[in-house]
């Protein structure tokens, strides 16, 4: 029977160790980011706990990741980052968690079909913690977030080996689109699924059934959050004794991210001393006012041995200033020939504030919104700038949920929508992914046409370029 690889709370090094590190040296340096416990006596006492439960994640799946990473910044994968950027867990949790899984699984077979890469499934499910030192919580709810963070990672273990064949997985497609008010889309989805459809009949026919091979029916999910609470990450690092020269392993998720506010304080940052000390992949998020000196010096220190796969850059500049400053970042870091592969994030510098009121007679109010042109222009131009600097764009980090909301203007929502509902964070329908998927495709010297199988992507290139080919 399988056993579950054994493993135990590092022990701390010598103090007298030069630039040593332990799971707990970064409380040595200033913290700006994580919440403030309004019961400090309790804190040690939840991590004690939270250090005698077992790991959330395994060793084995995050060095698999780190390979997968690796692999889409060689243009041979294609990484697709989703979830609710909501802080906290809801009511109704296995429903939350099925239909975040549902509409993954859309996007990835969408992805998978029009860019005939590997898709890299990251899930944004674990650690929901508010961030900022203002930010008042409690010792307790850490063990609540890792309790709620294990029954996701159960149930989406289990929802991924559901599946009898590939044939579950295409429905599911169509499922979704049905459920959308974009004909456009329909006919889109019916189409992937008509067509891989027959192919997997083709292949069968040639007697490789490959539906019901395991690969196929079992995809492989991680996880990912940002690390805003290291009382609670460091808290959950893990030695494995299958492989103990692999190094300590923060095991409460696959890979944490940090905001490109660290950078600027590398060398005596407490989440930057962290993440330079575990096994698991990073990811920074750098925008248009990234200092690129600040960001090499930082990927230095989290990633001395230049291992690839290591560390991935999130590019959120918006659709109009990457044009001005992603070119130039691009070439530095090659310049220093470090090891990064690079995604992107067309969400969050796209935003735009509009005032209305959601009734004739009501009080106006602003509403903040993220329009679906300038989405879906950074992704455009995220990916003709790749191509032009000879890099491969390594993936998306969409912030997603199943739920019916109207922040995203022009994807299926109006003003009128975003006025009256005020919600966040929506992607509705699946441009997003027509459009990178296509051009993943391109640029990997497949068919140029392979936008015109399914239908082109709407929208264009924002603030100058050309929106061929995605």
């Given at each position: 029977r399988a056993v579950a690889p054994r493993c135990s709370a590092p022990v701390a090094p010598a103090a007298s160790a030069a630039n040593a590190w332990a799971p707990d040296s970064w409380k040595a340096k200033p913290d700006h980011s994580s919440p403030t416990f309004v019961d400090p006596e309790g804190l040690a006492d939840a991590e004690a706990r939270l250090k005698r439960l077992p790991a959330l994640v395994y060793s084995g799946e995050t060095l698999r990741m780190i390979d997968s990473i690796a692999k889409a910044g060689r243009g041979e994968a294609f990484i697709l980052q989703a979830g609710d950027s909501a802080d906290g867990f809801g009511e109704d949790e296995v429903t939350a968690v099925d239909r975040t899984f549902r509409l993954l699984v859309a996007q990835v077979v969408i992805l998978a079909y029009i860019s005939g890469l590997p898709i890299v499934k990251i899930g944004r499910l674990t650690g929901l913690f508010p961030a900022g030192a203002e930010t008042k919580v409690e010792a307790k709810d850490m063990l609540e977030t890792y309790a709620m963070s294990a029954s996701r990672l159960n149930l989406l273990r289990a929802t991924a080996k559901s599946s009898k064949s590939m044939g579950h997985w295409l429905r599911i497609v169509e499922e979704i689109a049905v459920e959308s008010a974009d004909q456009e889309a329909v006919v889109k989805a019916r189409t992937v699924i008509t067509r891989v459809t027959d192919a997997l009949d083709f292949t069968a026919a040639c007697g490789l059934d490959v539906s019901n091979d395991e690969t196929f029916r079992t995809p492989e999910f991680f996880t990912a959050h940002e690390a805003r609470n290291l009382h609670y990450d460091a808290s959950l690092v893990r030695t494995f004794d299958v492989d103990p020269s692999a190094g300590d392993f923060c095991t409460s998720t696959n890979l944490l991210w940090i905001g490109e506010h660290?950078?600027?304080?590398?060398?005596?940052?407490?989440?930057?001393?962290?993440?330079?000390?575990?096994?698991?992949?990073?990811?920074?998020?750098?925008?248009?006012?990234?200092?690129?000196?600040?960001?090499?010096?930082?990927?230095?220190?989290?990633?001395?041995?230049?291992?690839?796969?290591?560390?991935?850059?999130?590019?959120?500049?918006?659709?109009?200033?990457?044009?001005?400053?992603?070119?130039?970042?691009?070439?530095?870091?090659?310049?220093?020939?470090?090891?990064?592969?690079?995604?992107?994030?067309?969400?969050?510098?796209?935003?735009?504030?509009?005032?209305?009121?959601?009734?004739?007679?009501?009080?106006?109010?602003?509403?903040?919104?993220?329009?679906?042109?300038?989405?879906?222009?950074?992704?455009?131009?995220?990916?003709?700038?790749?191509?032009?600097?000879?890099?491969?764009?390594?993936?998306?980090?969409?912030?997603?949920?199943?739920?019916?909301?109207?922040?995203?203007?022009?994807?299926?929502?109006?003003?009128?929508?975003?006025?009256?509902?005020?919600?966040?964070?929506?992607?509705?329908?699946?441009?997003?992914?027509?459009?990178?998927?296509?051009?993943?495709?391109?640029?990997?010297?497949?068919?140029a046409q392979a936008e015109d199988q399914v239908g082109a992507g709407r929208g264009g290139a924002v603030g100058g370029g050309r929106s061929e080919g995605w």
């Open positions: 660290h950078l600027a304080r590398a060398d005596s940052d407490a989440h930057i001393e962290f993440l330079r000390g575990i096994a698991n992949p990073i990811a920074v998020k750098v925008g248009a006012s990234t200092d690129v000196e600040d960001l090499l010096a930082a990927i230095r220190r989290l990633n001395p041995s230049n291992t690839p796969g290591k560390i991935a850059l999130v590019v959120r500049m918006g659709a109009q200033s990457l044009w001005r400053r992603f070119p130039a970042m691009l070439r530095a870091l090659s310049s220093a020939s470090l090891a990064v592969t690079w995604l992107c994030d067309p969400m969050h510098d796209n935003f735009a504030s509009i005032t209305s009121a959601p009734a004739p007679d009501a009080p106006r109010r602003v509403v903040g919104t993220r329009p679906y042109d300038l989405i879906l222009g950074e992704i455009a131009a995220f990916f003709e700038i790749c191509d032009a600097e000879g890099v491969f764009p390594g993936g998306l980090c969409l912030e997603m949920t199943a739920d019916p909301v109207a922040e995203c203007l022009g994807g299926g929502g109006d003003e009128g929508d975003a006025v009256r509902r005020g919600d966040v964070y929506d992607v509705e329908g699946s441009e997003a992914e027509w459009g990178a998927g296509a051009g993943c495709r391109v640029q990997g010297g497949g068919d």
